[in-house]
């Protein structure tokens, strides 16, 4: 019994000293679980899924999306659990989804669309009767079965960006977007209005969708809307690998950052250590957010439950050489 106890994790059920004389014998003879036989005993699948809806179909290319996923498969190993990914450009809120045939466990969303197609999607998935993460979900309906919301605080990003460049004098935006709002898009574009305070109106600030947030598809939508505007005082992009384009189209124009534009990005992922200068961003939570969707959904499996109906990670301003001027 101490045996299955270690191997299944239990280790409140151990005292200290034979938890840890069981894990060295484990370690010696190399004992590894059949998941199979675990599975059958369990009555589970060992197995979570992930539903990710994508009408570019660019997930893989999208860091943080990417490493949301990574999070959660990493973790999932850790526990014994394997990763089931299913991916669409839409879903049909009465379409079939493969998670229906009893080979998950627990369901991961991160969805995309309208406030009221990703609500009626979600609740559609509840009735697969089985736990739900719901990943950047803002606003959903409390009574809502057995789900838990995993986010980032993206509106109080976006207002920390835009209160920096408003304290550097910029006075004339332009925020790029990506051409379909996910719930953490939009919270961020909604955090870096209130931050823009009077600056948000239509006179001074504009918004550029930039498709699926491609070089190319972001390169053309800046210099279409440079044709017939002049450059604003700061760009903000969504994420980091807008930002980054925008420094090209600057420096292409002969323009240099940040003494004649500000530029900030999103995300601050590991690639910006190759930008010059180095982007203003803000720390995003992706990979956690993959690891607490992991802890969270092994508690509620074990005890019945979620701990936390909502679970919200902070983020971080972080200043880089694109906002702040040189005396």
């Given at each position: 019994?101490?045996?299955?106890?270690?191997?299944?994790?239990?280790y409140?059920?151990?005292?200290?000293?034979?938890?840890?004389?069981?894990?060295?014998?484990?370690?010696?003879v190399?004992y590894?679980?059949?998941?199979?036989?675990?599975?059958?005993?369990?009555?589970?699948?060992?197995?979570?899924?992930?539903?990710?809806?994508?009408?570019?179909?660019?997930?893989?290319?999208?860091?943080f999306?990417?490493?949301?996923?990574?999070?959660?498969?990493?973790?999932?190993?850790?526990?014994?659990?394997?990763?089931?990914?299913?991916?669409?450009?839409?879903?049909?809120?009465?379409?079939?989804?493969?998670?229906?045939?009893?080979?998950t466990?627990?369901?991961?969303?991160?969805?995309?669309?309208?406030?009221?197609?990703?609500?009626?999607?979600?609740?559609?998935?509840?009735?697969?009767?089985?736990?739900?993460?719901?990943?950047?979900?803002?606003?959903?309906?409390?009574?809502?079965?057995?789900i838990?919301?995993?986010?980032?605080?993206?509106?109080?990003?976006?207002?920390?960006?835009?209160?920096?460049?408003?304290?550097?004098?910029?006075?004339?935006?332009?925020?790029?977007?990506?051409?379909?709002?996910?719930?953490?898009?939009?919270?961020?574009?909604?955090?870096?209005?209130?931050g823009?305070?009077?600056?948000?109106?239509?006179?001074?600030?504009?918004?550029?969708?930039?498709?699926?947030?491609?070089?190319?598809?972001?390169?053309?939508a800046?210099r279409?809307?440079?044709?017939?505007?002049?450059?604003?005082?700061?760009?903000?992009?969504?994420?980091?690998?807008?930002?980054?384009?925008?420094?090209?189209?600057?420096?292409?124009?002969?323009?240099?950052?940040?003494?004649?534009?500000?530029?900030?990005?999103?995300?601050?992922?590991?690639?910006?250590?190759?930008?010059?200068?180095?982007?203003?961003?803000i720390?995003?939570?992706?990979?956690?957010?993959?690891?607490a969707?992991?802890?969270a959904?092994?508690?509620?499996?074990?005890?019945?439950?979620?701990?936390?109906?909502?679970?919200?990670?902070?983020?971080?301003?972080?200043?880089?050489?694109?906002?702040?001027?040189?005396?």
């Open positions: 019994m101490s045996v299955s106890n270690v191997i299944n994790g239990r409140d059920l151990l005292r200290p000293d034979t938890r840890l004389r069981i894990e060295k014998a484990i370690a010696k190399g590894r679980p059949n998941a199979a036989a675990r599975s059958l005993r369990s009555a589970r699948a060992m197995t979570v899924g992930l539903l990710i809806l994508d009408q570019h179909g660019t997930f893989l290319g999208e860091p999306m990417a490493q949301i996923a990574e999070g959660l498969s990493t973790a999932l190993g850790n526990y014994g659990y394997g990763m089931l990914l299913q991916t669409a450009p839409v879903l049909d809120v009465n379409q079939s989804v493969v998670f229906e045939h009893g080979r466990d627990a369901v991961c969303l991160f969805l995309e669309g309208t406030d009221d197609y990703r609500a009626k999607l979600i609740d559609r998935l509840c009735k697969l009767e089985q736990p739900i993460i719901a990943f950047q979900e803002v606003g959903l309906r409390k009574e809502l079965p057995d838990c919301v995993i986010r980032q605080h993206d509106f109080e990003g976006g207002e920390q960006l835009a209160r920096h460049v408003r304290e550097q004098g910029a006075r004339t935006f332009a925020i790029l977007t990506p051409g379909i709002l996910r719930p953490g898009a939009t919270q961020r574009l909604r955090g870096m209005k209130k823009l305070g009077r600056y948000a109106d239509e006179k001074h600030c504009a918004i550029i969708p930039c498709g699926n947030m491609s070089f190319t598809s972001t390169y053309e800046v279409t809307f440079l044709k017939d505007n002049p450059y604003p005082d700061a760009f903000m992009a969504l994420n980091d690998h807008m930002g980054l384009t925008v420094l090209k189209i600057l420096r292409e124009d002969g323009l240099e950052v940040p003494r004649d534009v500000l530029v900030t990005g999103y995300n601050n992922m590991e690639f910006l250590m190759y930008a010059d200068p180095r982007l203003t961003t720390t995003s939570r992706a990979y956690e957010m993959g690891t969707a992991a802890d959904i092994m508690h509620r499996l074990e005890k019945g439950r979620f701990k936390s109906r909502e679970i919200v990670l902070r983020v971080e301003l972080v200043i880089g050489e694109s906002t702040v001027r040189r005396p």
